[in-house]
């Protein structure tokens, strides 16, 4: 048994120089999420490469009742990553690898530490899709996704994070090691483990490895933003669009005045898409596959619900620049820390 002033020594015997933080080099690391500017505090950061290396860490950890937190790539919002100086910090930064793209059974396999947006562009690199996206994809781990059950900007069409994996591994608190790597999509063959571990947020063990489901990549994407005067008028446009885009609408992002004219407020009048007046804003989105069709029937059924009085204005992007401008404004959050306090919520309530 492995006692916590034997720990650092223990752990130097199997891990690599650099998987081992002290001194400064822990201090002079940040703790990110809305805490950037607060130094880490931690006995010391270790970084494991592997899923052996986190068993041998968790169990010793587990033997000597030595407390941990887990980094991912710091993007929450909710203090989780906040540490002691008591406390052990491991990060999962250097498990970052793609261990296999499968486009006949369109998966990729990879390790919990590789971001959002690396497996988003090797997705596309070999015109598929991987669904989930938000605003943090260039930091976030996939097993943060994960663990979370993320639901992000697409969630009204691909579900929640949980629908795009189909198998994973974890290591439970005494090191033990679980896998259940399934690559299907039919798998009827007794208890679905990985749902247990999937939205817990690390509190039943550490996702180390996943296998995700891709999708095929869309030929067509078309982006608008709507003005509306009242929710009654958001539920019934939701219901129109998404009857009228015949399951094309991939997003539909709500945006309440406050929030809307806080973003475009720092913004030249010129690049301001729609005026700050207006009491709900919604982002929709429909992916298809024919750029062209698809193009005059998204402009028809918004046409048809600016004529019906339902939306009151509309604005649509006729480039991938525009479209990316109509993004930043749903994907600019951070500008709500500048007021302090901030709170910040993730609920769903029934409409």
Not at 44 to 53: D, G, Q, S
Not at 177 to 186: A, D, E, G, P, R
Request: net charge negative; hydrophobic share 40%; with cysteine.
């Amino acid at each position: 048994m492995v006692s916590q002033s034997g720990l650092i020594e223990f752990f130097a015997s199997f891990l690599d120089e650099g998987a081992i933080l002290q001194g400064e080099d822990v201090s002079g690391r940040t703790a990110g999420g809305l805490h950037t500017e607060e130094n880490i505090q931690a006995k010391v950061i270790l970084r494991p490469k592997t899923t052996e290396e986190l068993s041998k860490i968790l169990s010793a950890c587990h033997e000597s009742n030595q407390p941990i937190v887990v980094h991912g790539g710091l993007t929450g919002l909710v203090y989780g990553t906040r540490s002691t100086q008591d406390q052990l910090v491991i990060s999962l930064e250097r498990m970052n690898q793609i261990e296999d793209v499968d486009l006949i059974g369109r998966t990729i396999t990879c390790q919990s530490g590789t971001t959002l947006q690396t497996i988003q562009e090797l997705a596309e690199e070999n015109n598929m899709m991987f669904p989930l996206d938000l605003g943090a994809r260039g930091s976030c781990s996939i097993g943060g996704n994960i663990a979370t059950n993320a639901g992000g900007n697409r969630v009204i069409r691909y579900g929640m994070m949980r629908d795009s994996v189909l198998g994973l591994e974890a290591v439970l608190a005494d090191g033990t090691v679980l896998t259940s790597m399934n690559t299907m999509i039919k798998n009827n063959a007794g208890y679905d483990l990985k749902q247990l571990f999937i939205g817990t947020e690390g509190t039943l063990g550490i996702i180390t490895r996943c296998v995700l489901r891709l999708r095929e990549a869309p030929l067509s994407q078309n982006t608008g933003l709507v003005a509306l005067e009242n929710l009654d008028s958001v539920i019934r446009f939701l219901k129109i669009v998404d009857s009228k885009l015949g399951g094309n609408m991939s997003a539909f992002e709500v945006m309440w005045n406050e929030f809307y004219k806080m973003v475009v407020g720092s913004k030249e009048q010129s690049s301001i898409p729609l005026a700050p007046d207006y009491p709900y804003y919604v982002l929709v989105e429909a992916l298809g596959s024919d750029q062209i069709k698809d193009e005059d029937h998204f402009e028809s059924v918004l046409s048809e619900c600016l004529e019906s009085s339902l939306i009151k204005d509309a604005v649509l992007a006729k480039s991938d620049s525009e479209r990316q401008a109509l993004w930043a404004i749903r994907d600019d959050v951070e500008q709500q820390t500048n007021y302090k306090p901030t709170f910040m919520y993730d609920v769903s309530l029934p409409i």
